[in-house]
């Protein structure tokens, strides 16, 4: 859905560095998630945002952060990388609690 | 390649058949429910909902089942296409948080 855009969409990094991943979208939605996706686990809720000033973990928000600084943006930071965080990472928009969640493309993230 | 869905349960079908995806859904308090599908490398794609006060809900060329009493969700697909080769994942919502199931692939034969 090109109006959800993730960046970046492949990333290699090791152990111990911190990786920002963006997400942006154009949709006007104020509520914004993100999820991670494991081979065999479908997609899992790190964290997520009703609007700008509210943030909530989710089932896994262990390790991450993020940070909500638009109604358009929303970042999720892993402070230090470890390889069992190397999953998908996809970002998502919806409206209100009872319109389906919009997603973007995703990003690959392998840390070595 | 992908390594989305490496362990997923697997439905085979004919092109130009139907297909019926299943899934069962754990929480009897959810209201709303989505299929998605997800293609290799993109993120789920919405397919169709339907709100718990329904038992079924058409679109174009599928058709969502619900059965509350089992907690039961179905996707059917008619006359499927190659084009319909996927991963396909059940999601319910309740108190404002979507959960997903684990996905079944869809592989469509010719």
């Known amino acids: 859905d090109a109006d959800v855009t993730q960046t970046p969409r492949n990333r290699i990094t090791k152990t111990g560095k911190r990786i920002m991943l963006e997400c942006s979208q154009t949709?006007?939605?104020?509520?914004m998630y993100w999820y991670r996706q494991d081979p065999g686990l479908g997609l899992r809720l790190i964290y997520y945002?009703?609007?700008?000033?509210?943030?909530n973990k989710g089932e896994i928000s262990d390790g991450y952060s993020v940070s909500r600084q638009a109604q358009a943006k929303f970042s999720l930071s892993l402070e230090s990388a470890i390889p069992n965080q190397t999953a998908l990472y996809f970002c998502?928009?919806?409206?209100?609690?009872?319109?389906?969640?919009?997603f973007g493309d995703g990003t690959r993230l392998s840390i070595l | 390649g992908e390594s989305v869905g490496l362990h997923l349960p697997t439905l085979s079908v004919q092109e130009g058949d139907n297909s019926i995806i299943n899934c069962a859904y754990s929480?009897?308090?959810?209201?709303?429910f989505i299929w998605y599908k997800q293609e290799s490398g993109k993120g789920p794609q919405f397919i169709i909902d339907?709100?718990?006060?329904?038992d079924k809900r058409q679109g174009q060329r599928v058709t969502v089942l619900l059965n509350k009493t089992v907690k039961h969700l179905s996707l059917q697909i008619a006359a499927t296409q190659p084009g319909d080769s996927a991963v396909y994942f059940c999601a319910e919502i309740s108190w404002s948080k979507l959960t997903f199931g684990t996905g079944t692939r869809l592989q469509v034969t010719l």
């Open positions: 945002s009703f609007d700008v000033k509210d943030i």
């Open positions: 998502a928009t919806s409206d209100k609690e009872d319109q389906p969640q919009h």
């Open positions: 339907i709100r718990s006060n329904m």
């Open positions: 929480n009897s308090a959810s209201d709303y």
């Open positions: 949709k006007g939605h104020d509520r």
